[in-house]
């Protein structure tokens, strides 16, 4: 008999993944899980280059499997061949986090119990340094079961082996972070066009009974294909199938509201269908900033601040659909921006600073902050909180300089702002905030001349930048009317309303994240 003090066997973790011509991000990813891995199994349905020898190489158990069109078929291949006694899903070009790599371990070994599943947070990086990276909780970490099976040929799913077993849904710890790659538009329209040969099969398969994650598959490809109209009605009819209330009708929501953004005589549906949306939703937090976003478009700042405020003080995240990352921080800098417009400077500045209470490593709610004391005149402020950023020492000394010369500049005092912002410059700061002040004190001085080379590289860093796009048009616009002669210097001048928040006035736009539907573990 076993002695009572003796431990029970460490399980056995095994890392599953299905690949196909991955052999650029392959090693990276299986470099992510050596250290915990008690076995990793990788399925290869075809690859043509050298990426079944760099799984064999780096110590995966290579299986080689026909591609049928179907990502169940192939993860449960995976599945057979699996020893392990938990398995954790990848994909290629995911990793995990290495600083969660150990806790995640651990609890598999302590913690995890075989009546359950987890869920894992999946990462993947913004499209630019404005923007908020995202994530969504999916179903990534489960225990080996003869009867856990995958179903369906994209957009696969466990779930309803899971649910038939009677294993109940947890989370776990650790973070799995995609590649850049994710979010290429070449990457994403290959995907795309993969994904509706899927969808239309698995249709064929279904009759008229299309389950609403099929129709999201649709909906996304067409979006990512730039198709809207055929992506509106494949989200429409996703709304329509879904279970009322359900992660997948506000996940054809968020997608549908998508499809209206950029086209002007389709607003009044945009915002029609974001009521309705709300109506299902009430606190939904993307809902109430997207819904914010588009009262504040049409000059409703007062309804806008609403909005906004409700999201702050009451928003709720679906975790299984993407969502921004710093979503309550992109709420709190919405509502303060929405406060600065109506000239409450002083509530702005309280909500920027009970949200830097509450997350007081955010870098974008600091740079808000320092932009608040500098149209206020807070010298003193402004320098404190560029302490704080997040940079080096040399950039942190060039910036103090930017910001002592923003706040000159914000007072109009424009020659000693020119000589801070100038000498930060030539220090070599390229910084937006440089680049804005910079432009802002010359154009202001009439030195147009000199500002178009600041903008253009301004630009090079922020080229969504819409306060900067509104400059640069004023200057091309003003050299195109001189028809390249010479004027007199007070004719040059442009106006610059240094009062105006640095988001050019108005607030950001929160995107309605609809990153492609791929199944639980990201196929």
Known sequence: MQDSTEKSPRPRLSVAMIVRNEQEVLAASLDSVRAIADEIVVVDTGSTGRGSSTAASLGATLVKADWDDDFSAARNCCLRHVTGDWVLWLDAGEKLDPELAEEFRRFVDEQATTSRAYMVVVQQPATDRDASAEQIAQLRLMPTHPEIRFEGRVAETALPSIETLGLTIDAAPGLICCHARRNDPQRKADRARRNLGLVAAAMAECGESVPARLRLVEADAHADLHARDDARRAYEAAIEVAEHG????????????????????????????????????????????????????????????????????????????WHLVELAETAAICLALAQQLQGQHDEARAVLELCLEQFPDSARVMRHLIDLHIVAGRSDEAVDMVERLPIRPQQRASLVGAVRGACEAAAGR???ALGYLQSA????????????????????????????????EWERVEPANRELQTYLAAVRQQRDSAGNTQQPTDDRHLRVDTGVPVAGGIAPQVPIITAPTSGEVGA
């Not at 997608?255 to 915002?271: I, K, S, W």
């Not at 504040?296 to 709720?316: E, I, M, T, Y």
């Not at 410059?425 to 010359?442: M, N, S």
Request: overall charge negative; proline content about 4%.
């Open 425 to 456: 410059y030539v220090e070599g700061c390229r910084d937006p905030l440089c680049f804005r002040w910079l432009a802002v004190t010359l154009l202001s001085n009439g030195q147009i001349d000199a500002a178009e080379p600041v903008l253009l």
């Open 414 to 416: 424009w020659t000693p």
């Open 246 to 321: 359900s992660t997948e009708m506000l996940e054809a929501y968020y997608g549908l509201l998508a499809t209206y953004d950029g086209e002007g005589a389709l607003a009044a549906d945009q915002v029609t269908t974001c009521v309705e949306a709300l109506e299902i939703y009430p606190l939904d937090a993307q809902l109430l900033l997207a819904m914010g976003h588009y009262l504040q478009a049409r000059d409703r700042v007062d309804l806008a601040a609403r909005s906004f405020d409700v999201a702050v003080q009451h928003g709720q995240v679906d975790l299984e659909i």
